[in-house]
């Protein structure tokens, strides 16, 4: 059974930094791709960040040069290190692994920037 668990949300003020923490079981971290999501209130859930099995990276455009995915293979952890945060970017943010054709969530971590 693949689990995901989410650590690492707060309350900051704008400019601050935090680091987001996904760790997994029932899969290998590093053979299979991994995304954020995030999910502010009254909106959708928006993709945030990709890596590959190979360690390609892509990134929504409003968080590219602020946010960085990678992973701790050792630890079969994935990270969302998330720099310059800005009131927009407050949200639930989940992570999220898919393995053939089923998806996979995390429970989410709150992250809520103070202006």
């Known amino acids: 059974q693949v689990q995901l668990v989410e650590s690492g949300g707060g309350l900051v003020q704008a400019g601050e930094s935090l680091r987001l923490s996904c760790a997994v079981s029932?899969?290998?971290?590093?053979?299979?791709?991994m995304r954020w999501y995030r999910q502010a209130p009254g909106k959708q859930r928006e993709l945030v960040a990709v890596i590959t099995s190979s360690g390609n990276t892509n990134y929504v455009d409003s968080v590219k040069g602020r946010f960085t995915i990678s992973k701790g293979n050792a630890k079969n952890t994935v990270y969302l290190q998330m720099d310059s945060l800005k009131v927009d970017d407050t949200a639930v943010y989940y992570c999220?692994?898919?393995?053939?054709?089923?998806?996979?969530w995390g429970q989410g971590t709150q992250v809520t920037i103070s202006s």
């Open positions: 999220n692994a898919v393995i053939i054709t089923t998806s996979y």
């Open positions: 029932g899969t290998i971290v590093s053979f299979t791709v």
